[in-house]
């Protein structure tokens, strides 16, 4: 079971990072008859740390150091496959450049959780979000009718205001 994160842990994960550039990202997909179905999750792996693991349930997100593991069957239900994310995806723009700040975006809810981050990196901003157990994943901010029931919070984990002036 996935505990939700008051954001204590995910900003610890984060300001490890700080500094490091994005090596590679690994994902893995669902698979169905052949097609791609959908993201289930994904690792960034910066230099000399652990890969962090980006997992969303509901509108929670999960980070985790994690390797990735193996693809595997899943019989009639289709197959999980694990491999290095390939253009087209946005992500892949990331890879190279240095991750310099991040924001903590939260579900509008009574618990306090985490649902998403926005990743500051040298090159553009990443929005990651888990929002009904889909991705929202853009450079620069999500828009706010993508996810309105999530709002980003008004100090980067390095304490610097946002959004930038």
């Not at 690994?26 to 993201?39: D, I, K, N």
């Not at 450049?97 to 998403?116: F, Q, Y």
Request: hydrophobic share 35%.
């Amino acid at each position: 079971m996935l505990t939700p994160d008051d954001g204590t842990k995910t900003t610890a994960l984060l300001r490890a990072r700080l500094g490091l550039t994005l090596d590679s990202i690994t994902e893995e997909s669902h698979w169905y008859q052949g097609r791609r179905s959908a993201l289930l999750r994904f690792w960034l792996h910066f230099q000399r740390v652990p890969a962090l693991r980006l997992h969303g349930t509901g509108d929670r997100l999960h980070l985790e150091e994690s390797a990735p593991g193996s693809s595997y069957d899943m019989g009639k239900y289709g197959e999980s496959a694990i491999c290095a994310t390939q253009a087209p995806s946005l992500l892949t723009r990331f890879v190279g450049s240095r991750l310099n700040d991040a924001v903590l975006i939260r579900e509008s809810s009574t618990e306090p959780s985490v649902s998403g981050v926005l990743l500051e990196f040298d090159v553009d901003d990443l929005t990651v979000i888990s929002s009904a157990d889909e991705w929202l994943i853009t450079s620069g901010e999500a828009p706010s009718d993508a996810a309105p029931h999530h709002h980003i919070e008004t100090v980067t984990i390095t304490g610097q205001p946002w959004p930038r002036r």
